[in-house]
């Protein structure tokens, strides 16, 4: 898949903010307001799709490579897994994000910004505010490269600046 098709793919979602109440892979309770403050790149799948696991996995690589560590910038890997299914996306994966959300699919769907369709990519402001959002994603490195570069480098490279 060629970046520019994937470019053209990107989605008009129907709300400009995401607002979500749920809990992460420890239990604690997790919300939009309880991460206002950090900017969140968010990645909607689960542990049986692995278009969305390689999504995850390819966006961790790129974002160590790229040294966001300890700037104002999370990672959170929301699904709707059972905890069997967290279990295995944190031990067989090794999905190391800075969160796991568990969210049903009717609360993902409540969201306004999500779909059935998976993998979904999600940049939000440290307001809540959605500034990118996208469905899909290639699966070889080299193009998803190309696309983190192209399209998601620049916005949170934006956020970064905005904070500091």
């Not at 989605?11 to 969140?40: A, C, E, T, W």
Request: contains cysteine; positive net charge; proline residues 4%.
């Amino acid at each position: 898949m060629r970046v520019d098709s994937i470019l053209k793919e990107t989605r008009n979602f129907s709300k400009d903010y995401l607002i979500f109440s749920s809990i992460d892979d420890k239990g604690n309770p997790v919300s939009s307001d309880s991460l206002k403050g950090f900017n969140v790149f968010y990645v909607f799948g689960n542990s049986q799709c692995p278009p969305c696991l390689g999504l995850a996995k390819t966006i961790k690589a790129i974002v160590d490579e790229r040294g966001y560590e300890g700037r104002n910038i999370k990672f959170a890997f929301v699904t709707n897994d059972d905890k069997k299914g967290i279990s295995r996306l944190l031990k067989i994966h090794r999905l190391n994000f800075d969160y796991i959300i568990s969210m049903s699919t009717s609360q993902m769907q409540q969201t306004g910004l999500i779909y059935i369709v998976k993998p979904t990519y999600i940049l939000v402001d440290k307001n809540g505010k959605v500034v990118f959002k996208n469905i899909g994603f290639p699966d070889d490195l080299k193009t998803a490269k190309d696309v983190f570069e192209k399209q998601i480098a620049p916005e949170i490279n934006r956020l970064l600046e905005d904070t500091n």
